[in-house]
């Protein structure tokens, strides 16, 4: 089974703190993603990495960087967390077809006081 | 540019009921089309997706889904719901070629009473 997990579930920091959420699939997966959940407006793509290294912008980039220094592990990286970046984080990898399904994690919760 | 609207945020059904959770996609080029279901506090995980071939696609847990091109649609359907289908369900589109991300719909809260 393929499998997606991500550092923490719940996870709790003060604006202006330098936040790190970290993935890592197990299943040799080229592409990997990250997205904000919030309710109402579905899933909202941050960012995603097609190969080690490689990283491209998704919707919603700002207030956000990522880190692929090897292929199982996409990390997210708040420089500066900020209140409106409280919410649900969840990572994803596949590989590399067009049709290939999307693995989800089970995401982290954070909340940014 | 791809773009996915689910009708309805939230859908009620009694326990042996249909189920029908609506989705409408637009797609400059074939699309292909999933549909994931989320349960509480937990990752989205995949119920079916159709690429090429056989329209009617099945999934798990009795779900099935039809791509209908001419009404740019990809309904979600389930004979009889039980209660543990009561979850969130997302639909999806990615263009199927080049660098596929997937564009989300809003996302469906399918409730089921007894």
């Known amino acids: 089974d393929v499998k997606v997990t991500q550092s923490s579930r719940y996870l709790v920091k003060r604006t202006g703190e330098k936040v790190f959420l970290e993935c890592v699939q197990d299943?040799?997966?080229?592409?990997m993603f990250w997205y904000r959940q919030d309710p109402g407006l579905g899933l909202r793509l941050i960012y995603f990495?097609?190969?080690?290294?490689?990283?491209e912008k998704g919707d919603i980039p700002e207030g956000y960087s990522v880190s692929r220094e090897k292929k199982e592990r996409f990390s997210l990286i708040l420089e500066s967390a900020s209140t409106n970046q409280t919410s649900m984080y969840l990572c994803?990898?596949?590989?590399?077809?067009?049709?290939?399904?999307?693995?989800f994690g089970p995401g982290t919760r954070l909340t940014v006081l | 540019a791809q773009s996915v609207t689910q009708l309805g945020s939230h859908v009620s059904v009694s326990e042996g009921a249909l189920v029908l959770l609506r989705c409408n996609y637009s797609?400059?080029?074939?699309?292909?089309l999933f549909w994931y279901v989320q349960y509480p506090n937990q990752g989205l995980q995949l119920l079916l997706k159709?690429?090429?071939?056989?329209?009617l696609v099945k999934g798990i847990n009795g779900f099935e889904a039809e791509f209908k091109k001419s009404e740019t649609s990809f309904h979600l359907t389930k004979p009889s719901a039980h209660m543990s289908d009561a979850a969130e369900y997302f639909c999806?589109?990615?263009?199927?070629?080049?660098?596929?991300?997937?564009?989300f719909g809003k996302g469906t809260m399918l409730l089921v009473s007894p």
């Open positions: 994803a990898s596949k590989l590399a077809g067009a049709a290939d399904t999307q693995y």
């Open positions: 299943m040799d997966h080229e592409n």
């Open positions: 990495s097609y190969d080690v290294k490689m990283k």
């Open positions: 797609s400059s080029v074939p699309p292909y």
């Open positions: 159709y690429t090429t071939g056989a329209t």
């Open positions: 999806a589109v990615t263009k199927g070629s080049g660098y596929s991300t997937l564009t």
